[in-house]
């Protein structure tokens, strides 16, 4: 299972990586709002009309809605060549399903389809002028299609580039847990608590509280050897042989010379003994 830090890991590149791709679907909104309000600000220059306003581009089930302050009248090509127009220079180069309904009505009065430096000669309705009235223009970005704009949170391949960013994060977090993990059990692995001591084998420490010891190599080897045989009863020789080998270079009395040492050393913990078994060799108790 993952640990506390590498899931806080993981959830901040998560958190991060959404950030990202919301930003970028907010900066692509902003630029067509933008671009569409000068769609309706150069249809009503168009139409001679430098004063009244363009209303708030709205969006709804993913349709752009151009408003206008006052009603009008207008020809169907009129919209089509200044829509055209206006994308020819767009930031955006995106196709778009463009209806024309009236402020009251969901009647469809007029449709084309917007292609890039691509003028259909064939405008439904053109030459019909439209009556005075409320109209709303409505801009649907056609699915699938290629974005000009070069911001790199926008596009879908840097989308995908953000996921994968995600993913090599995600895997470095992981070799560095594993990493820290091995090295903490290796760690835990060099100390042993012995009753109140803890053992450091590696640097051949005996620590009780704030105050440590030194053991020698022989007394560290001694010393854990017992421990791992907890109320067992190891023949003499047999210690000698795993402590100093088959040819160590030892005497008769090495072994209750090494003996003594350790239990000076481990005497502040009365817990701890080491038993001489008379003619057999020695046992070590924690009580």
């Not at 930031?91 to 084309?112: M, W």
């Not at 440590?212 to 009863?233: C, G, M, P, Q």
Request: net charge neutral; glycine share 6%.
């Amino acid at each position: 299972m993952l640990s506390k830090q590498l899931f806080r890991v993981y959830f901040t590149c998560l958190i991060i990586t959404l950030t990202f791709n919301r930003a970028g679907a907010q900066t692509i909104d902003q630029h067509l709002k933008v671009e569409l309000r000068q769609i309706g600000h150069e249809f009503l220059l168009a139409l001679n009309d430098s004063t009244s306003r363009v209303l708030a581009i709205e969006k709804n089930n993913g349709r752009y809605a151009i408003q206008f302050e006052k009603e009008f009248s207008f020809e169907p090509e009129l919209l089509v060549e200044t829509t055209f127009k206006v994308l020819k220079t767009s930031q955006l180069q995106h196709d778009f399903i463009v209806e024309v309904q009236g402020c009251e009505s969901d009647e469809v009065l007029h449709s084309f389809k917007t292609q890039k430096d691509k003028v259909d000669e064939k405008i439904a309705c053109k030459g019909r002028l439209l009556p005075f009235a409320c109209y709303v223009f409505y801009f649907t970005p056609i699915q699938n299609q290629k974005l000009g704009i070069t911001n790199p949170l926008t596009t879908e391949s840097n989308i995908k580039f953000g996921y994968a960013i995600l993913g090599l994060i995600m895997g470095i977090a992981l070799i560095f847990y594993l990493v820290k993990r091995r090295l903490t059990v290796q760690s835990i692995n060099d100390f042993i608590q012995i009753g109140q001591y803890q053992f450091d084998q590696k640097s051949l420490m005996l620590t009780l509280n704030t105050q440590s010891v030194e053991l020698s190599t022989k007394e560290a080897d001694l010393l854990y050897l017992l421990y791992t045989n907890e109320n067992k009863v190891l023949e003499r020789d047999y210690i000698l042989n795993e402590v100093w080998g088959d040819v160590g270079d030892y005497v008769g009395r090495t072994l209750d010379v090494f003996v003594s040492k350790l239990r000076k050393k481990l005497s502040a913990d009365e817990q701890l003994k080491i038993i001489n078994v008379r003619g057999v060799g020695y046992k070590f108790v924690m009580t």
